[in-house]
C-alpha cells in the first residue's frame, strides 16, 4: 500500500467523520491488511493481532472526529496499535512475573508445610515414645525439650537437683534417641523392600 494513495475522497471522508457506516467500512478495508501485518509481525499470537487491529480501528471511528485529514488516518491507527502492542507486551511480562512469582511462592508453601507436617509427626512420634519413659523423666523431658525450661527452673517446679534434672534429661533423650534409630532403620528396610 503507498501511504500516497487515498482510502476515500473528501466527500467520504467527512461522511466517515459524521459517523457514515459504509465510509468506515472503505477506511477499514483499504487499511485492515497493511495495518494487520504490520501487528502481527510483533504480536506472538495471531489473536493478539486481530485483537489489536480491533480495537485500534474502534478507536478510529470513536475519534473520527479529531482526525484534520485523510492523511491522518494511518499515523493515528499506527500510532494506536504500537501503543496498543506495547501495553500488551507490558502485561505478558507482567503476567510471566506474576506466574513465575506465585510458583515460586506456591514451592515454597509447599515445602513449608511439609515441614510444618514433618515436624508435626516427629512431635507426635517423640510424644509417643516419651510416653514410655518413667513419669519423673518424662516431666523432665517435657518440660525442658517441649516446653523449654532451663534446669534451674525445672528443678524449682518439680523440687529435685539440677544433678538430678540433668541425669532424668540424659537418660530420657538417651532412650528416645534409640527408639528413633530403631524406627529410621525400620523405614529404610521397608523402603527398600518396597
Known amino acids: 500500500m503507498n501511504l500516497k494513495e487515498s482510502p476515500c475522497s473528501i466527500e467520504e471522508f467527512d461522511r466517515f467523520r459524521l459517523g457514515d457506516e459504509a465510509a468506515f467500512r472503505m477506511i477499514f478495508e483499504f487499511y485492515k491488511p497493511q495495518l494487520f501485518n504490520r501487528i502481527k509481525r510483533v504480536c506472538s499470537s495471531v489473536s493478539d493481532a486481530e485483537e489489536i487491529l480491533q480495537e485500534a480501528f474502534v ?15 494511518y499515523p493515528f491507527l499506527y500510532v494506536v496499535s504500537r501503543r496498543m502492542v506495547v501495553s500488551l507486551f507490558r502485561k505478558q511480562v507482567v503476567r510471566q512475573t506474576y506466574q513465575s512469582n506465585l510458583a515460586t511462592e506456591w514451592a515454597e508453601y509447599e515445602e513449608n508445610l511439609q ?39 525445672i528443678s524449682d517446679e518439680i523440687g529435685i537437683s539440677k544433678n538430678t534434672v540433668r541425669n532424668h534429661l540424659v537418660s530420657a533423650c538417651s532412650y528416645i534417641r534409640l527408639r528413633f534409630e530403631s524406627l529410621i532403620l525400620l523405614l529404610i528396610f521397608i523402603k527398600v523392600l518396597f
Do not use: C, M
Not at 478507536?59 to 488516518?73: G, H, N, Y
Not at 516419651?130 to 523423666?137: K, R, V, Y
Open 115 to 153: 515441614h510444618h507436617i514433618e515436624n508435626r509427626e516427629i512431635l507426635r512420634l517423640v510424644d509417643e515414645v516419651a510416653e514410655h519413659l518413667p513419669p519423673q523423666q518424662r516431666k523432665v523431658f517435657q518440660l525442658n525439650k517441649l516446653e523449654g525450661l532451663t534446669y534451674t527452673e
Open 59 to 73: 478507536q478510529l471511528f470513536l475519534k473520527r472526529q479529531d482526525l484534520p485529514t485523510i492523511e491522518s488516518i
